[in-house]
């Protein structure tokens, strides 16, 4: 595990549940996806991906991007939204995707190439 307790941390620090700090090595990303989505199985839609991150400060940061599709299906729109979020984040970080689609959930804990 890489969570190390200092008394003067260098690193950005990050209350936990429990009330301890712990230092950051990496920058720790939120990515928060929702769609809507009109027409089965094709249809229009749009889905926004928030991107929410605490820099060095602690001050904690957000940005939305979104997407819209024609006519496209559900997955193919959410998907999307997902990669151009992982786009925006330039430096080694830890990210963590929160979505509803069983699609990129199983996508990502299976390994699809």
Not at 35 to 58: H, K, M
Not at 86 to 111: M, N
Request: hydrophobic share 35%; aromatic share 8%; proline share 4%.
């Amino acid at each position: 595990m890489w969570i190390t307790f200092r008394e003067k941390p260098r690193r950005p620090v990050i209350t936990g549940r429990e009330g301890r700090q712990r230092e950051v090595d990496k920058l720790e990303v939120g990515i928060y996806i929702k769609s809507r989505f009109r027409g089965n199985p094709r249809g229009e839609g749009e889905a926004a991906a928030a991107i929410e991150y605490i820099d060095r400060v602690g001050k904690c940061h957000i940005r939305i991007r979104k997407v819209r599709g024609g006519l496209g299906t559900r997955n193919a729109l959410i998907l999307k939204a997902c990669i151009d979020a992982l786009r925006i984040l330039v430096r080694p970080c830890h990210a963590t995707v929160y979505t509803d689609c069983g699609y990129i959930r199983d996508a990502c804990r299976q390994g699809w190439p």
